[in-house]
């Protein structure tokens, strides 16, 4: 009798190990489990609204979007948006990751917003706004009741995605070749210095047929899968998103077409579109401002995107393949950034709304204030996030620090400073390294810094 009761308890005892085994495992399995939210919402401003450069005066059949997904179960939640607009800076820049880090529960050195770059688009930075007010100017460009409703609803749209957030158990990479729609603006003549601008949209025949220079002809995907079911798919592609623009009717460009052309293609998917560094690269070689370019460029732009979705390779992923890695940047100012304070008054729409966030960032700078890079490590896959409209070559550089990896690059994060050149890109001259740049040649040293301890020593 003794035995039985004792065997009984042996067993009784195992079992009860067993259950405690089992419940801790799927506890950990559970904790284990990564999941996408994802929203999309309009974020064209109405009519009499103004754009970065002109009135709007009526709208379009494709408006503008924000874009954005939100990774839960590795931490802190991590939060990337895109919106089609010209650029977000400075204080807009803090505005909108707060509210969205506050919506997502987590904070704002976990949230990402860029800009894809479109200019018949809205620009935004509430410090530019508040210093033309408080100098009894018109805002302009920079007024913000607009863009404070966007935040708005982006706040309340992410908290309604995140209960509805599914699981992801792999991501995808695929990238291909996009042909005939980036080319090098910077066209040198023989003595080394910037001969011709080729821009976005090149009427000079000439100019166009020029070589097409340094660009990253490849468009990357990085999609985020259920099992085998696509959730979201993130695009990246160099190069600024001009056909033609000045209508007054905000539009998201060939950028935002290719877009939605995949995501007809592809519906069970939210596409998400970011432009890399594509300070340096417009259409210009393939454009000469003629209307259907901007279909073709499109058109050309989706082909891409279809073959890199193709090419797609999946790859198992959980919690412990999620890192987010965070480097401060502090650059040196151009001079005479301090200048344009005196400039408000006289100069017209079009240099203050493309150089009031210099003189914004220089004051936030005095104050302390530095700019992130980031980076998301997710399985072999890497988005490296940079501000500015940063020269293709940092991206290029950052591909090449890691080429065992997936590197994706975004550009246009915190529009602030503008264009951020190479070293030797401010002793070429040109429009991007002169007064359209609110740093210096040591900015090379800053951002090649970032992206090293970002890509190399944050393995």
């Given at each position: 009798m003794k035995k039985s009761i004792s065997k009984s308890i042996k067993l009784l005892l195992f079992t009860g190990v067993f259950v405690c085994i089992s419940i801790g495992s799927s506890a950990q399995n559970a904790a284990n489990i990564l999941k996408l939210a994802t929203f999309d919402l309009d974020a064209t401003p109405p009519v009499g609204s103004t754009l970065t450069y002109d009135p709007m005066i009526n709208d379009w059949d494709l408006g503008l979007r924000a874009k954005g997904i939100v990774i839960l179960g590795a931490g802190q939640p991590i939060v990337i948006c895109s919106v089609d607009w010209i650029g977000i800076a400075n204080d807009s820049q803090d505005e909108f990751k707060k509210v969205m880090a506050a919506a997502a529960g987590t904070i704002p050195s976990r949230v990402v917003v860029h800009a894809i770059h479109q200019h018949d688009a809205p620009a935004s930075d509430f410090?530019?706004?508040?210093?033309?007010?408080?100098?009894g100017l018109s805002p302009m460009a920079f007024e913000g009741t607009y863009a404070r409703d966007l935040i708005?609803?982006?706040g309340t749209a992410i908290s309604l995605a995140i209960p509805k957030a599914v699981p992801f158990t792999h991501i995808g990479t695929g990238k291909a070749e996009v042909y005939e729609v980036a080319s090098n603006r910077r066209v040198l003549g023989p003595d080394g210095k910037v001969k011709y601008t080729r821009s976005s949209a090149t009427k000079d025949s000439l100019i166009r047929a020029e070589p097409l220079g340094l660009i990253d002809p490849m468009v990357s995907l990085i999609s985020f899968w259920n099992n085998k079911k696509p959730v979201a798919v993130?695009?990246?592609?160099?190069?600024?998103?001009?056909?033609?623009?000045?209508?007054?009717?905000?539009?998201?460009?060939?950028?935002?077409?290719?877009?939605?052309?995949r995501q007809l293609a592809v519906p069970d998917a939210l596409h998400i579109h970011?432009?890399?560094?594509?300070?340096?690269?417009?259409?210009?070689?393939?454009?000469?401002?003629?209307?259907?370019?901007?279909?073709?460029?499109?058109?050309?732009?989706?082909?891409?995107?279809?073959?890199?979705?193709?090419?797609?390779?999946?790859?198992?992923?959980?919690?412990?393949?999620v890192q987010w890695n965070v480097e401060p940047m502090v650059f040196k100012p151009a001079a005479g950034i301090e200048n344009l304070e005196a400039r408000m008054k006289n100069d017209n729409q079009v240099f203050i709304s493309n150089n009031l966030s210099k003189l914004v960032w220089l004051k936030r700078l005095q104050a302390g204030k530095t700019i992130d890079m980031s980076c998301l490590n997710i399985g072999n896959a890497r988005i490296v996030h940079l501000p500015g409209e940063p020269f293709v070559e940092y991206q290029l550089a950052a591909k090449a620090q890691r080429p065992d990896l997936f590197v994706a690059v975004a550009g246009y994060g915190d529009y602030a400073v503008g264009y951020i050149g190479t070293a030797i890109g401010y002793t070429q001259g040109g429009y991007e390294t002169g007064q359209a740049s609110g740093v210096t040649a040591d900015a090379e040293t800053t951002m090649m810094n970032a992206i090293k301890k970002l890509l190399i020593l944050n393995r």
């Open positions: 410090g530019a706004e508040k210093l033309l007010i408080s100098k708005k609803r982006l993130l695009s990246y592609y160099a190069s600024h998103p001009q056909s033609y623009y000045r209508t007054g009717v905000p539009n998201p460009d060939f950028p935002g077409i290719a877009r939605f052309m970011f432009n890399g560094a594509g300070g340096n690269i417009t259409a210009g070689k393939y454009n000469d401002g003629a209307k259907e370019n901007r279909m073709i460029l499109a058109t050309r732009l989706a082909d891409g995107m279809k073959r890199a979705w193709e090419n797609t390779k999946l790859e198992p992923v959980n919690a412990s393949s």
